[in-house]
């Protein structure tokens, strides 16, 4: 199922940014969608538009929501496969985001984007739950004015984001030129990221229990592919969940990079899709949750008497160990192709370390 926004196509990741800035949000029904119009459209509208069920309710009552140039403000409407829908969309409420002077480690920088090295602990846009100290906040202090106003008052020059404590790059939109030109190739899958992680377990090919496990398969290389689609988790509505009938397609590509004996590897993994929490889904799905992810780790730890001080470390690590390591993209402006590389963060290579000594 697909939406557009205005002029500009987003799919279902939960990178690209869509919808706060005002306009129309069009979406087709697809196949096996929910027979209701409120569940159906909860489904297809693209997470980047951040719609609610509970907003898509408001909508269709304020008659909001239009079919064939009539509003529907039945939310229990029957959908059919094909059918289009138009929403639209109040602009963002002008919040106040103030600039706060906090450090950042600026990778590269021009006057359209901006690319930082995300630290650990950071939120990339404020929340009801984390209203100051966010990446946002840092920019507005470091760019005034010239951040890209697309995103909205709580998202200004947002394209993308990764998790509170996952670090490495991210790119920002400094102009609306390059927001939008950030956001096409987001959609289209044409950015390039690479992201490091430490996981338990060493996947390969070789394992039966892999190669039986539905959505799993490898490619040349031994490169492991997981195709799924992911949803909300049915009790726990923090956390994402592998699921077949509804949800949203999700594909990671993972390799082994260093396996240190079979407890654990260093794995890199590559997303077709970018969906909230996919890697660390997918992994946890396959049976090699990341080591430190207290959401999808599950309680494994290593032996101590096979690694010694490195079990003790890793089994101490206070987060997902999971780095963003590289970023490539066409250069919005420019049309460039630009590529940049971030190395381990300090406590992710002394985890390695110490995994690699024992």
Same mark, same amino acid.
């Given at each position: 199922?697909?939406?557009?926004?205005?002029?500009?196509?987003?799919?279902?990741?939960? @990178?690209?940014?869509?919808?706060?800035?005002?306009?129309?949000?069009?979406?087709?029904?697809?196949?096996?969608?929910?027979?209701?119009?409120? *569940?159906?459209?909860?489904?297809?509208?693209?997470?980047?538009?951040?719609?609610?069920?509970?907003?898509?309710? /408001?909508?269709?009552?304020?008659?909001?929501?239009?079919?064939?140039?009539?509003?529907?403000?039945?939310?229990?409407?029957?959908?059919?496969?094909?059918?289009?829908?138009?929403?639209?969309?109040?602009?963002? #409420?002008?919040?106040?985001?103030?600039?706060?002077?906090?450090?950042?480690? #600026?990778?590269?920088?021009?006057?359209?984007?901006?690319?930082?090295?995300?630290?650990?602990?950071?939120?990339?846009?404020?929340?009801?739950?984390?209203?100051?100290?966010?990446?946002?906040?840092?920019?507005?202090?470091?760019?005034?004015?010239?951040?890209?106003?697309?995103?909205?008052?709580?998202?200004?020059?947002?394209?993308?984001?990764?998790? *509170?404590?996952? +670090?490495?790059?991210?790119?920002?939109?400094?102009? @609306?030129?390059?927001?939008?030109?950030?956001?096409?190739?987001?959609?289209?899958?044409?950015?390039?990221?690479?992201?490091?992680?430490?996981?338990?377990?060493?996947?390969?090919?070789?394992?039966?229990?892999?190669?039986?496990?539905?959505?799993?398969?490898?490619?040349?290389?031994?490169?492991?592919?997981?195709?799924?689609?992911?949803?909300?988790? *049915?009790?726990?509505?923090?956390?994402?969940?592998?699921?077949?009938?509804?949800?949203?397609?999700?594909?990671?590509?993972?390799?082994?990079?260093? &396996?240190?004996?079979?407890?654990?590897?260093?794995?890199?993994?590559?997303?077709?899709?970018?969906? +909230?929490?996919?890697?660390?889904?997918?992994?946890?799905?396959?049976?090699?949750?990341?080591?430190?992810?207290?959401?999808?780790?599950? +309680?494994?730890?290593?032996?101590?008497?096979?690694?010694? &001080?490195?079990?003790?470390?890793?089994?101490?690590?206070? /987060?997902?160990?999971?780095?963003?390591?590289?970023?490539?993209?066409?250069?919005?402006?420019?049309? &460039?192709?630009?590529?940049?590389?971030?190395?381990?963060?300090?406590?992710?290579?002394?985890?390695?370390?110490?995994?690699?000594?024992?």
């Amino acid at each position: 199922m697909r939406g557009t926004f205005g002029e500009e196509a987003f799919d279902e990741e939960d @990178d690209a940014e869509a919808g706060s800035a005002g306009g129309t949000l069009t979406v087709t029904i697809g196949e096996d969608a929910a027979p209701r119009l409120d *569940k159906a459209l909860a489904a297809a509208v693209p997470e980047a538009a951040s719609l609610s069920r509970s907003r898509l309710m /408001r909508m269709i009552a304020d008659g909001d929501v239009l079919r064939d140039g009539v509003a529907v403000t039945d939310p229990k409407a029957k959908v059919a496969e094909g059918q289009v829908y138009v929403l639209t969309l109040a602009p963002a #409420v002008n919040i106040e985001t103030l600039p706060e002077d906090i450090p950042l480690s #600026v990778v590269y920088e021009d006057a359209d984007l901006i690319v930082i090295d995300k630290p650990a602990g950071m939120v990339v846009h404020p929340a009801p739950g984390t209203p100051s100290g966010t990446l946002v906040n840092a920019l507005l202090h470091h760019c005034g004015d010239t951040l890209s106003g697309i995103g909205g008052a709580r998202r200004p020059g947002i394209v993308h984001r990764i998790d *509170k404590d996952t +670090t490495g790059l991210l790119v920002v939109a400094k102009s @609306d030129r390059a927001h939008q030109g950030l956001a096409r190739q987001f959609e289209d899958h044409s950015v390039t990221r690479r992201y490091l992680a430490v996981v338990h377990g060493v996947p390969q090919a070789s394992d039966p229990r892999l190669r039986g496990l539905r959505g799993v398969s490898f490619e040349a290389g031994g490169i492991l592919r997981l195709a799924t689609h992911l949803a909300r988790h *049915k009790t726990d509505r923090q956390r994402q969940a592998v699921v077949w009938e509804q949800g949203r397609h999700a594909v990671t590509r993972a390799r082994v990079v260093e &396996a240190f004996g079979a407890e654990a590897a260093l794995v890199e993994c590559w997303l077709e899709t970018g969906r +909230t929490h996919q890697i660390r889904v997918h992994l946890a799905y396959a049976g090699h949750g990341l080591l430190g992810d207290q959401t999808y780790g599950g +309680t494994r730890r290593l032996s101590e008497k096979l690694f010694g &001080a490195g079990a003790a470390l890793a089994n101490a690590f206070p /987060r997902q160990a999971l780095h963003a390591a590289s970023l490539g993209f066409d250069h919005p402006v420019t049309g &460039a192709r630009v590529e940049f590389t971030s190395p381990l963060p300090s406590d992710m290579a002394a985890l390695v370390n110490g995994l690699r000594a024992h």
